[in-house]
C-alpha cells in the first residue's frame, strides 16, 4: 500500500494535495480502449486520459491461457499470449499511466467440475491455485526486471497494481452465488472468492514486494434470497468473516438517481453509502479477518458512471451528467475514497441490444467531449453546510493561482484567490449567498456550479 | 365472530395482492430493467432486506455515514418533491426523496396503508366479538 502511495506521488498528484491537510482523491479511468488491438487507439485515449489528469488505467488484462500452461506460474510458459497485454502496458508507461490490471473469467481449464449451462462461462468455481499461479505469473512478467520480447535488452514496464475479478457478487461474473444446504440457502460466492483472493495475494506477492492487490469490486445491488446476485454488504460480511488478505475495498456504485439517492436496501450500496462498506471493512481490521494485519485497507471505487442523453434516450442530459460526475467524486472524497476509476473515458458504439452498450463516457463515441470531460478534470462543488453557509469543495487541475468567483444579484465577484498544486483538494469557504460558483486556475475553467 | 373473519379475510383479499406482489425493479437512468445493475425493491415497508443467514445488514448508520448524511443533505438540490421520477432516477432525486419514498413502501405498493389497515381490521374484529360476547351475557 506505501507503494501505491509512492507511486501515484511519483506522478504528481499525492504530494500536493496532502500538504494541503485535506486528503488527496486519485482520478483514473476504466476502458477497454486501453488494450485495443490498434496502437494508435491506443495512444489516443491514453493521451487524453492524461490530460484530463487520469493517473491510473484500469486495464483488462484477461487470462490469455487457452491452455493449462506447463507451469501457470511462469510467465514465460508458451501456453500464455501476453504479446497484446505487453503492447498496452508500453503504451501507459510511456504515457506515466499507472496501469491497474484486472481479469475476470477463468479459461475452461481452470474452472471447476461439472459446470451447469446456466453458469456463463468463466465463472464456474475457478480454481484458487490456479488463480494464485496466475497472479504470480502476472507480478512476475510486470516486476520492472522481465525481459521484453521485443526490445532485447530492455524489460517490460512496472505494474503494481492488481484487481481479481470483477463484481464477484453477480453471477454473471463468479458462480454459484448462493448453493442449498440442508433446505436453506447459503451465501457461498464470498467464500470461494476469498480462496482465490488469499490465493492470488500470495501469489502476487511471491516474487516481488510493493505491489497492490485490490479486492472485488463489487456491483451495488442484490437479490433478495437467493437470486443471481448477492447485495455487496452481504458479500463483503461474508467474505470478512474469515482472514482474508488484500490491500484495497474496491466498490462498483451505480446510483438510481442522482449521487446523493440511496440505495433503498439495507444490503446494496449506492454513491452516498459507502459507510455501509466501510463500517464491515474497520470492523473485520479490529476483529483480525481483514489481512494483512494492522494494514489500513483503501477504499477504491474501481467503476462508476452515468448513461447521458444523447445518446441514450433513457440516459441523464449531458448538463446533468457533468452535474453529477462533480457531485459523485465529492462524496467518494467525503467518504474516505483514495481512487476512482471512472467507467469509460468514451461511449461505447450505440445500438444493440438492452445494456450491450455503455454511454458513461466523458467523450461521445464520434470523439467530442462532452460537459463531464470539464467536470473531471475540474471539479467543483457548492455544498451547504451549518447555518446555511455555502462552502466550494474543487480538485485543481493544475498548479497555479486559483481564483474562485461567485455569483450574487447576477454579477460575478471574486471571493478567493490562492496558489494551489495539481491535483490539490480545496473546501473553502464562500462568503454571502451565492447563486453559482466558478473557479479557473492555469487558464482552465471549471463549470458552473448552481446552488 | 364469523361475521368479523368474513371482514377480515376480505379486506386481507383486497389488500395483500397489491402489497405482495412481485417486487419491483429500479434502474439507474438509461439502464435497462434487465440490466444487472437494477435494485429489486420490496413494495410494502418493513420487509427485511434478505434471507441469507449472515445478511443481517444493519440498518444502523455508523459515524461515517453520519457524517456524510450531513453532506448528503448540504448538497442535494433544493425544491424536489418526491416523485415517482425522483425514485426513477430523473435529475434532481435526493437521499431525503429516497428516505420518503421507502418510508412509503418505495412507491408502489400500499406502504404504511396496509399495516393501518390490518390494524383497524383487527380492531373492528375484536370489538365485534366483545360486543357479541356483551350480549350473550
Redesign the interface.
Known amino acids: 500500500m506505501l507503494a501505491t502511495l509512492c507511486l501515484l506521488a511519483g506522478a504528481g498528484a499525492a504530494g500536493p494535495a496532502l500538504a494541503s491537510g485535506l486528503p488527496s482523491l486519485q482520478l483514473g479511468f476504466g476502458d477497454g480502449l486501453y488494450t485495443a488491438s490498434d496502437s494508435a487507439v491506443r495512444a489516443t485515449w491514453l493521451e487524453r486520459s492524461a490530460a484530463l489528469g487520469a493517473r491510473v488505467v484500469r486495464m483488462y488484462a484477461g487470462w490469455p491461457a487457452a491452455t493449462r500452461p506447463a507451469d501457470p506460474a511462469d510467465p514465460a510458459d508458451p501456453a500464455y499470449a501476453f504479446t497484446s497485454l505487453d503492447a498496452a502496458i508500453r503504451d501507459a508507461a510511456a504515457h506515466h499511466l499507472a496501469p491497474l490490471l484486472v481479469f475476470s473469467g477463468a479459461p475452461s481449464w481452470a474452472e471447476g467440475p461439472s459446470r451447469p449451462a446456466s453458469a456463463t462461462p468463466g465463472t464456474w468455481l475457478p480454481d484458487p491455485a490456479a488463480v494464485g499461479a496466475y497472479g504470480r505469473a502476472l507480478a512476475t512478467r510486470y516486476d520492472g526486471h522481465f525481459p521484453d520480447p521485443l526490445h532485447p535488452g530492455l524489460a517490460l514496464p512496472r505494474v503494481k497494481l492488481f484487481q481479481l475479478w470483477n463484481?464477484p457478487n453477480?453471477s454473471?461474473y463468479l458462480t454459484p452465488q448462493?448453493q442449498r444446504r440442508a433446505g436453506?440457502?447459503?451465501?457461498v460466492a464470498a467464500d470461494q472468492y476469498r480462496l482465490m483472493l488469499n490465493a492470488f495475494y500470495a501469489g502476487v506477492n511471491a516474487t516481488v514486494a510493493g505491489d497492490t492487490v485490490v479486492a472485488a469490486g463489487t456491483?451495488?445491488?442484490?437479490?433478495?434470497?437467493?437470486?443471481?446476485?448477492?447485495?455487496p454488504?452481504?458479500f463483503w460480511?461474508?467474505l470478512l468473516?474469515s482472514p482474508v488478505s488484500f490491500d484495497v475495498m474496491a466498490h462498483q456504485p451505480?446510483?438510481?438517481?442522482?449521487p446523493?439517492?440511496?440505495?433503498?436496501?439495507?444490503?446494496?450500496v449506492?454513491v452516498?453509502?459507502?459507510?455501509?462498506l466501510?463500517?464491515v471493512l474497520r470492523a473485520a481490521e479490529r476483529r483480525g479477518t481483514a489481512l494483512p494485519r494492522g494494514e489500513h485497507h483503501q477504499l477504491w471505487i474501481t467503476e462508476t458512471g452515468?448513461?447521458?442523453?444523447p445518446p441514450?434516450p433513457?440516459?441523464?442530459?449531458v448538463a446533468?451528467d457533468a452535474r453529477w460526475l462533480e457531485?459523485s467524486l465529492?462524496?467518494f472524497w467525503?467518504?474516505?475514497v483514495d481512487l476512482v476509476t471512472w467507467y469509460l473515458i468514451r461511449d461505447q458504439p450505440p445500438g444493440g441490444p438492452?445494456?450491450s452498450s455503455s454511454?458513461t463516457g466523458v467523450y461521445y463515441y464520434a470523439g467530442n467531449p462532452k460537459p463531464a470531460a470539464t467536470a473531471y478534470r475540474f471539479p467543483l462543488?457548492g455544498?451547504?453546510?451549518a447555518g446555511g453557509k455555502v462552502r466550494a469543495w474543487l480538485r485543481a487541475p493544475q498548479a497555479g493561482t486559483l481564483v474562485l468567483q461567485a455569483r450574487s444579484s447576477g454579477r460575478w465577484a471574486t471571493v478567493r484567490r490562492t496558489v494551489v498544486s495539481a491535483a490539490q483538494i480545496l473546501d473553502l469557504p464562500v462568503p454571502g449567498r451565492p447563486q453559482e460558483l466558478r473557479a479557473t486556475v492555469a487558464g482552465i475553467s471549471s463549470l458552473v456550479w448552481t446552488l | 365472530m364469523r361475521r368479523a373473519l368474513v371482514i377480515l379475510v376480505g379486506i386481507l383479499v383486497v389488500a395483500l395482492p397489491s402489497s405482495a406482489a412481485a417486487?419491483r425493479t429500479?434502474?439507474?437512468?438509461?439502464?435497462?430493467s434487465?440490466?444487472?445493475?437494477?435494485?429489486?425493491?420490496?413494495t410494502a415497508s418493513g420487509v427485511a432486506?434478505?434471507?441469507?443467514?449472515?445478511?443481517a445488514?444493519?440498518?444502523t448508520?455508523?459515524s461515517?455515514?453520519?457524517?456524510?448524511a450531513?453532506?448528503?443533505a448540504?448538497?442535494?438540490?433544493q425544491k424536489v418533491a418526491t416523485t415517482d421520477r425522483?425514485?426513477?432516477?430523473?435529475?434532481?432525486?435526493?437521499?431525503l426523496?429516497?428516505?420518503a419514498?421507502?418510508l412509503a413502501g418505495?412507491g408502489g405498493g400500499m406502504g404504511l396503508a396496509l399495516p393501518v389497515i390490518l390494524v383497524a381490521c383487527l380492531l373492528v374484529a375484536l370489538a365485534l366479538l366483545a360486543r357479541r360476547r356483551r350480549a350473550r351475557s
Open positions: 463484481e453477480l454473471a448462493w436453506r440457502w447459503i451465501p456491483a451495488p445491488y442484490g437479490d433478495f434470497g437467493h437470486g443471481q446476485r448477492m447485495m454488504v452481504v460480511k461474508n468473516a451505480y446510483s438510481i438517481g442522482s446523493p439517492t440511496k440505495a433503498l436496501d439495507a444490503g446494496d449506492a452516498a453509502d459507502l459507510g455501509k466501510t463500517s452515468y448513461d447521458t442523453r441514450n433513457g440516459g441523464v442530459p446533468t457531485q465529492f462524496l467525503a467518504q474516505g438492452p445494456d454511454q462543488v455544498h451547504r453546510v | 417486487d429500479v434502474a439507474p437512468p438509461g439502464f435497462s434487465l440490466s444487472q445493475y437494477t435494485e429489486v425493491v420490496p432486506p434478505t434471507a441469507a443467514p449472515t445478511a445488514a444493519s440498518g448508520q455508523s461515517p455515514a453520519v457524517a456524510l450531513k453532506v448528503v448540504a448538497t442535494a438540490p425522483t425514485l426513477r432516477g430523473g435529475p434532481g432525486a435526493t437521499a426523496g429516497s428516505v419514498v421507502g418505495g
